[in-house]
Structure formats: C-alpha cells, structure tokens
C-alpha cells in the first residue's frame, strides 16, 4: 500500500514534443505528490509538486495533472528540450511526522533534436 | 543559503576501513535524512533526524552509523562495510514538521573494494 508505481520505465521524445509520465499510488493518506529530476551524478532536485485539493498545476513548460479518485498523477513536459534529458522520480508523503517519501521507480528521458 | 553540501564527492574504501560521510546544511531546516540509492534505482530512505534526534532507523545495518552533532550538521560513520554497499549516499533537509519539501546534496559517490 506504500508504493508508488511509475511508468514507462524509459522515454526517448523529440526535441518539442511533450513528454508524459504517469504515476499512480494506493495509500490514500497520501497528501504531498512531488516530482523530483535527477542528472546523472546529482542528487535529486524538486521539480514540481501538488496537493490533492488541486487538480493541476503548471510551472514553466512542467504541468502536474492530478486525479484523486483515480489516485493517479502524471509530470507533462511540454516544448520538451534536450536539457531536460534526466531522470524524473514522481514521490509520494504525508505532511507531518517524519515526511517519509515514497518514491516512484523512475523514468530515464532522453530529448533527441 | 539553499544549499545542502556533501564531503567528500567520492570515497574509495576497503572492507577494514572506517570512513564518515558529511552533510552540512544552512537553511534552519530541522529535519535531515540519510538516503542510499544504487544505480537506476529510486533513493531509499536510511535514517531520519528531527530536531537533532534519530527519529526513523529503516532497518540499517549496524555498519552503518549516523550523527547529528548540531542542526547544521549530519554525519554517517561507516565501518566494516560490504562490497554491496557501493552506492550513492545522499543527504537531504527539510524544514521540519507540516513542510514536505526536501532539498537534495549532490551525494557520496561511495565504493567499497
């Protein structure tokens, strides 16, 4: 009940295109779903984040859908550049307590031009 | 300051050895964390300090010791480590209870020979 299952696995888009990552989770006590970006050798970065009173939210060419009843949230990229070659790890926790973060798998994106 | 650092970037290190990871942090956050994350895998939580206290050991080997000599300041003492625990060691903080925000060092790249 504490995962947070993420896919694909992998995504290669190009250079423009909108890149889209899907995460869903099964603990409904759940109230903080952030996205954290990681570059090879780096510790991870909060990339954006939401709360399920609020169905989307954008920040730049990086928008956050979130469906509650479906307990599922996806990371669009749009205008997706090589830059944003990474990998996204989409995270799950509670506010208050000890903020144990549950982390999604993790997506490897490459942005070819 | 909203940076978390990390010393030393690299350590090589035999199983006999004893070695210390630091984590050093300037933002007044209240909670720090010890994560382990081995390659295309998400970050695994190991310890959680709040408030300068050990609050959350998630079952780590007792090779493995953490500190927390000031709020500023994280240690992880290492001792008679396994060639498996090659990986890297990540730091994090956050501002403590009701925020869920975690800010990332760069991380230890950690290998035991």
Redesign the interface.
Known sequence: QQQVKQSPQSLIVQKGGISIINCAYENTAFD?F?W?QQFP??????LI?IRPDVSEKKEGRFTISFNKSAKQFSLHIMDSQPGDSATY?CAA?I???????T????T?LQVIP | DTEVTQTPKHLVMGMTNKKSLKCEQHMGHRAMYWYKQKAKKPPELMFVYSYEKLSINESVPSRFSPECPNSSLLNLHLHALQPEDSALYLCASSQGTGTNEQFFGPGTRLTVL
């Open positions: 903080y952030p954290y050798g780096k510790g991870p970065a909060l984040a790890f926790s506010t208050g307590g000890y903020q144990k973060v982390f999604g798998t993790g490897k």
